[in-house]
């Protein structure tokens, strides 16, 4: 099945702490998780992605972690700016030319 | 890095006309390209998967008569909304994989599709 998003859950933090945004996928067969940025108005920009066989990967101040037992991917950031506000979607996917299915979003709003 | 180009950017169009939405990759081949739609405050849905040379693939409950899709070549796929209704209006989003690794997935800018 799908993981289909009605409405947005929003978490708010304050600029220098640590984000976590959470997301459960749906198909226990998927093979590659990522996670994408979306600002107002504009397309999903890549922030990184995990292989299923693999349960953490780090990158410039992020941090995706895998949880297969449970389908679940969580996103750490790293001292939140105010840059980093807007809304974030996880997407499950098999490699090859598949499509992506993309989690419910979460918009982060980051206090100043 | 590959880019995935979407034209136009944002289109109003009246009730009863027909606005075509174009998806360029712009430095490599896709013979497979997503079609997405984002209604606000949700997620990106999956319309369908447009194939050079062949017919699309449409998910469930995507009408093709009213959504048209054509990928004549290796690096353009084009969404013509039929006949749109302000139920229509929604922000479109294409999408390619990387030819080679196949695994990241590049996006257009989005056409904010407004039906009046």
């Known amino acids: 099945g799908e993981s289909v998003g009605l409405h947005l859950p929003t978490l708010s933090v304050q600029e220098g702490d640590n984000s976590i945004i959470n997301c459960a996928y749906s198909?226990?067969?998927?093979?590659?998780f990522i996670w994408y940025k979306q600002e107002s108005g504009k397309g999903p920009q890549f922030i990184i992605d995990?292989?299923?066989?693999?349960d953490k990967r780090q990158g410039q101040r992020v941090t995706v972690l895998l949880n297969k037992t449970v389908k679940h991917l969580s996103l750490q950031i790293a001292a939140t700016q105010p840059g980093d506000s807007a809304v974030y979607f996880c997407?499950?996917?098999?490699?090859?030319?598949?499509?992506?299915?993309f989690g419910k979003g979460t918009r982060l709003s980051v206090i100043a | 890095g590959a880019v995935v180009s979407q034209h136009p950017s944002w289109v109003i169009c009246k009730s009863g006309t027909s606005v075509k939405i174009e998806c360029r990759s712009l430095?490599?081949?896709?013979?497979?390209m997503f079609w997405y739609r984002q209604f606000p405050k949700q997620s990106l849905m999956l319309m369908a998967t447009?194939?050079?040379?062949?017919?699309?693939?449409?998910e469930q409950g995507v009408e093709k008569d009213k959504f048209l899709i054509n990928h004549a070549s290796l690096t353009l796929s084009t969404l013509t909304v039929t006949s749109a209704h302000p139920e229509d209006s929604s922000f479109y989003i294409c999408?390619?994989?990387?030819?080679?690794?196949?695994?990241?997935?590049?996006f257009g800018q989005g056409t904010r599709l407004t039906v009046v």
């Open positions: 999408s390619a994989r990387h030819p080679v690794s196949q695994s990241e997935a590049f």
């Open positions: 198909n226990s067969a998927s093979d590659y």
């Open positions: 997407a499950e996917t098999f490699s090859g030319n598949t499509p992506l299915v």
């Open positions: 995990i292989r299923s066989n693999m």
């Open positions: 430095d490599f081949q896709a013979t497979t």
């Open positions: 447009s194939n050079e040379g062949s017919k699309a693939t449409y």
